[in-house]
Structure formats: structure tokens, C-alpha cells
């Protein structure tokens, strides 16, 4: 973005930080003490969260990635390497949570760390319109959502972080110690047009993170969150660019409304997840925190 106006190349927005280099910093900054800790990671097989695991794999934790997809899951495993485990779990079921907890525990050891990454939009749960007018049909606006589209979605994020909190924490009770690190959204604080049920969600996520991270402090568990700005990856690119390659009319929006004239590459949420899972945040919790390039904090004039 230059002058206030959206650059249309994607080349333009081809600054990619050294992932490797960002791993050495972070052992710098004294992550040592997650060292040899279980990192458990919800939706394990996407994108943003195999990030986050190469995160902890990189400052010596172990990493547990918990997808539905069990193909997904071992893949993602693999691929990071040795540290990593995939294992098949379905967030919204308490028995596939007490199946999985048990693997985690026979291979890697008790949880230290919970992440909550699974989530996402539904194609169905989506309204074709940004906003209602007298010109067009109710069924292409929020009154032609199907309910059950708009549940599951709801459901899957945020009763997808309630469920894993609750099944896959019980180890840090008994031990007085752990972290939970949920995943929000720039959702929660101004809900986008077409995405309903996704803002919704994500909105109920940060109110969780605050009312669970009172309920669990006595315990010494610290709840914090991640709200993450707009990150370019593989499922969203479809969205983000055309066929040429051009940033989509609703991205140019996106990079004009972000100070920082850019969308985010994964790796950038990778310091904030460390920081927040790490003895360098001991006083922090039920916190929110944004990784947006200033999307938040701009009024627009």
C-alpha cells in the first residue's frame, strides 16, 4: 500500500521473514524453560498451526497435533519432524478427546501447553451480500443462512475450544501449572460482512479467555488468546487473489484498512505464541492479544 491507496500485485507483498532466524531469537529471548515441555495443538493440520509447532519444536518442546483428519495430522507430524506426534481427534466429541489425551500421554507425557487452533468459516454460513438492500432476494442475505450451517460453524469454533479446555487440561490442575492459548480473530473485534456466524464465534472465544483465565487462576494456569489479523495462506488465497494474481476487490479493502500495507505471513504469529506460553508472560493472563499490522487500531480517517 502506498499513499492510503491498495496495491493490486501480489509481488508487492512479498516480504517473508526467515523463520529459521525468528527461531534463534526466540531461544535468545529465554524460551528455554518450554524446553522438553508438551505443546498439544487443536487443528494441527493447517497452516497457521503447523506454524506455531515449528514454533515450540524450534525452542525444544514436543508437539502434539490433534486434527480430525488423521491423514492430515501424521503428515503434518512428519513433515516438522522429530518432536512431533499427529494424532486423530474430533473437538466435538469428548470421547475422541479422551482417546486422544491418553495417546498424548503415553508418547509424549502430560500436557503443559494447550492451543486451541481448530476453527473456520463454512461456505453455507456465509451470505453472498455484504449488506441488505431493497433490490435483491432475502435468500442471498443473513434471512437465507440454514441454521444448522451457522451452528456448526459457531459450534466448531467456539464449543471447539471449550471441549479440548476442558478434556485436555486436567493434567495441568493436578500439576498447578499450564498454559491455554486460545485462538481468536480481529473477528471478535469488528465483525466482517458475510461471516456471521464466524465473528460470533470468535467474539464468544476472547469472552471465554477471560472468564476461563478467572476461573483457573487459583490453579496457576494462565488463559490467554491470539487474534490474529489477516495472514495469506493456502486456504484463503483463493479468496485473497484472481486468476491474475491481483489482490480481489474485498483484500484491497483489507490491505487499505492495515496500517501496515500488507497481509501477515505465518511465522508472524510465532513470537506471540512463545511469548504467551512462556515464563516471560508469568503475569499475564486473560488477555487478548492482536497480530494485525495495526488492523484494529484503525479508525479508517
Known sequence: ??????????????????????????????????????????GGGGVLCRSFAEAFLGVGAKVALLD??????????????????????????ADSLDRALEEIRSRLGPVDVLLNGAGGNHPQATTELERLSDAVELSQSFFGLPVSAFGKTFDLNFLGT??????????????????????????????????????????????FTEWLAVH??????????????????????????????NWTPR????????????LGDPSELQGAALFLASNLSSFLTGVVLPVDGGFNANSGV
Not at 24 to 29: D, F, G, H, N, V
Not at 72 to 87: F, M
Open 68 to 93: 480430525v483428519s488423521r491423514e492430515k495430522a501424521e503428515t503434518a507430524a512428519a513433515e516438522l519432524g522429530e518432536g512431533a506426534v499427529g494424532i486423530e481427534c474430533d473437538v466435538l466429541s
Open 251 to 262: 483484500y484491497q479493502k483489507v490491505l487499505a484498512q492495515t496500517p501496515m500495507g500488507r
Open 216 to 245: 483457573l487462576a487459583p490453579m496457576g494456569i494462565r488463559v490467554n488468546a491470539i487474534a490474529p489479523g489477516f495472514f495469506l495462506t493456502e486456504q484463503l488465497r483463493f479468496l485473497a487473489l484472481d486468476e491474475q494474481g
Open 1 to 42: 500500500m502506498a499513499g492510503g491507496t491498495a496495491v493490486s500485485e501480489c509481488s508487492a507483498q512479498a516480504w517473508s521473514p526467515d523463520s529459521a532466524k525468528l527461531v534463534r531469537m526466540a531461544k535468545a529471548l529465554g524460551f528455554d524453560d518450554l524446553r522438553d515441555k508438551t505443546v498439544v495443538i487443536t
Open 162 to 207: 471449550v471441549l479440548p479446555s476442558q478434556k485436555l487440561t486436567v493434567d495441568m490442575v493436578q500439576r498447578r501449572s499450564g498454559v491455554i492459548l486460545n485462538i481468536s480473530s480481529m473477528n471478535a473485534y469488528r465483525p466482517l460482512s458475510k461471516i456471521p456466524a464466524y465473528s460470533a464465534a470468535k467474539a464468544a472465544v476472547s469472552n
